[in-house]
């Protein structure tokens, strides 16, 4: 049988005194709203979407009318959005969103750790309180949600409970799939992640980017106001909210995968390094960005400077660099063409 890691294609090498040292194999798939255009290695290949659909639980927020009846401000809607280092700045907002919901910690999931020190996340001690957990802010934002639209406490990390089971049916509506069809599992913190094909991935992205899309704009404009606070472990996705100034939205995913939506122009991408690694998504995300056109000259020469794909010794010596190595290409099961985006067509 063929699998899909047969048919990943070479993202990015890494390379020393310009020989090749290791590969980092992958897929990617550039989606508009209306399906599949853009693919690199298998656009079928399964992916938990981790994080990257845990932005779901910000525009319920924010659809539902909860961020509004509760009074959630720009700062504390971006730190909801993703994982934190444990800072006093983020426990801060994460206590404050508690609070406006009446909520106390002791209601937050008594299991929460956050389970990747690897990417500068805090790990709570014995004595620590539970919304130190770097995914505090999402739990704190389902338990807004649980309030607001009168679902019990209890349990609300469970795949079986309403709120889950109202992410679930809201990933898969807008990424073309049946519920049933979401495999699902659990991140280290408990709450169920699901898995789906990267070009379905891609679609749900695509379909956040749709024109019109009011929840993501306010989503939008709390990230780009404060990328530091929706993407504290990853310097790269915030840097480039701030050389954009807000026009492109990472969505933060682990292991290997980034979403990257475009919001009004129904672009959705989807990235996914096989071996889980960080290190190739900095030679990776700015070259996809290269190939659509969605950086100018001078967003290209900003981001470059802010995010280094140079690999350095402990003296600072330049050892070698990570170097993208793909070539976006139409995909034939695609219904329209690049041009019918108004994004540049890879060449």
């Not at 990257?52 to 809607?77: N, W």
């Not at 009011?214 to 780009?224: H, P």
């Not at 290190?279 to 802010?306: D, F, K, M």
């Amino acid at each position: 049988m063929r699998t899909s890691v047969t048919r990943a294609a070479v993202l990015a090498l890494v390379k020393r005194n310009g020989t090749v040292d290791s590969r980092h194999w992958g897929h990617i798939v550039v989606a508009e709203s209306t399906g599949r255009w853009l693919a690199v290695g298998d656009a079928t290949t399964p992916v938990f979407a981790r994080t990257s659909a845990h932005a779901l639980h910000c525009l319920l927020l924010i659809s539902s009318g909860a961020a509004q009846r509760f009074g959630l401000e720009s700062s504390e809607l971006a730190a909801l959005t993703g994982s934190h280092p444990g800072s006093l700045l983020h426990t801060g907002l994460v206590r404050q969103v508690l609070a406006k919901g009446g909520i106390g910690p002791d209601d937050l999931a008594g299991h929460l750790t956050s389970s990747l020190d690897l990417e500068g996340m805090l790990t709570p001690g014995p004595g620590d309180a539970p919304d130190l957990a770097g995914c505090a802010g999402k739990h704190a934002a389902f338990l807004l949600l649980c309030r607001y639209l009168g679902y019990p406490f209890q349990g609300y990390w469970r795949p079986g409970h309403p709120v889950q089971r109202l992410v679930r049916e809201r990933l898969a509506a807008e990424a073309g799939l049946p519920a049933r069809r979401l495999a699902v599992g659990l991140a280290g913190c408990g709450l169920p992640i699901y898995a789906l094909p990267l070009q379905n991935l891609a679609r749900f992205y695509a379909r956040l980017a749709s024109p019109g899309q009011a929840a993501v704009q306010t989503l939008q404009m709390a990230v780009g106001r404060h990328p530091y606070l929706a993407l504290p472990n990853q310097p790269l996705l915030a840097h480039l909210v701030e050389v954009t100034q807000g026009r492109i939205l990472p969505l933060v995913a682990r292991e290997g995968l980034c979403g990257l939506v475009v919001p009004g122009q129904g672009i959705g991408i989807a990235i996914k390094v096989d071996d889980g690694s960080p290190r190739a998504l900095l030679a990776v995300v700015p070259e996809v960005l290269r190939q659509l056109g969605l950086l100018s000259a001078g967003e290209q020469t900003a981001l470059a400077e802010r995010t280094s794909p140079y690999i350095h010794s402990g003296r600072g010596e330049i050892l070698g660099m990570v170097q993208a190595a793909f070539q976006l290409t139409p995909d034939p099961a695609s219904a329209r063409t690049t041009a019918s985006a108004g994004v540049r067509q890879p060449g």
